[in-house]
């Protein structure tokens, strides 16, 4: 799908799932990312840095077209070459990543550009960047397991900064689960990122039809 139709569905989607399969309890990630598409998730990022180069390929060109199927757009975390490789519809960059200016000079026109921030400095940053970069990833939010060397935590504090000041659509991301997902959306997000609490529950559609539903209705309560 092309650029503006991705984001559109971003802006809908109300949450964004991230694939772990070292978290999916025993399950690969084609069997979680289907039960994933199933339960109603349509934006998906692939994040697994331990595996190999042709793993990762031959995961993704799966991915790929199971994304395919339920019309979910794919992106690709960190590496911008598997990203074009497999055709995904876009790619998510960290602070410490290829500059978003170059990667876009890799990629093209066509394809979504995520970018990390951890601070209203790196936000800044991010909205003088906004011709370059589609949406921000906000975090982290409470602390994570998830990630290795993750950021500090930025609190619900930089969720309101960014809600007040992003110009750019944004995720909130890190530690965010069922429990705590109204104070997400309270604090000002219109999309969050989950990860463990979709990869590791015992019934992954379900887990996200409750997620989707609570992400909808506390935009109604805040």
Request: include cysteine.
């Amino acid at each position: 799908m092309n650029r503006k139709e991705a984001m559109h569905i971003f802006l809908s989607a109300g949450i964004y799932a991230i694939t772990a399969e070292k978290l999916s309890a025993g399950r690969k990630n084609l069997e979680v990312v289907e039960a994933m598409l199933a339960g109603g998730i349509r934006f998906l990022q692939y994040r697994e840095k331990e595996k190999n180069a042709r793993a990762r390929y031959e995961e993704c060109l799966a991915l790929r077209a199971l994304t395919q199927k339920y019309h979910a757009v794919f992106i690709i975390d960190d590496f911008v070459d598997l990203a074009l490789a497999v055709g995904a519809d876009g790619v998510h960059i960290g602070q410490e990543d290829i500059p978003p200016e170059v990667v876009r000079q890799i990629v093209g026109e066509n394809c979504v550009i995520g970018l990390s921030t951890h601070n209203s400095l790196q936000l800044e940053a991010g909205n003088a960047l906004a011709s370059v970069v589609d949406y921000l990833g906000v975090g982290p939010v409470y602390a994570t397991q998830t990630k290795e060397h993750a950021a500090p935590v930025a609190g619900l504090d930089y969720v309101r900064y960014a809600a007040g000041h992003s110009k750019l659509p944004f995720t909130a991301i890190g530690g965010i689960k069922e429990h705590n997902i109204i104070d997400v959306v309270r604090a000002g997000a219109k999309n969050a990122a989950v990860v463990s609490d979709i990869t590791g529950a015992v019934d992954i559609q379900a887990k996200v039809c409750t997620l989707i539903s609570k992400m909808r209705e506390s935009t109604f309560i805040k």
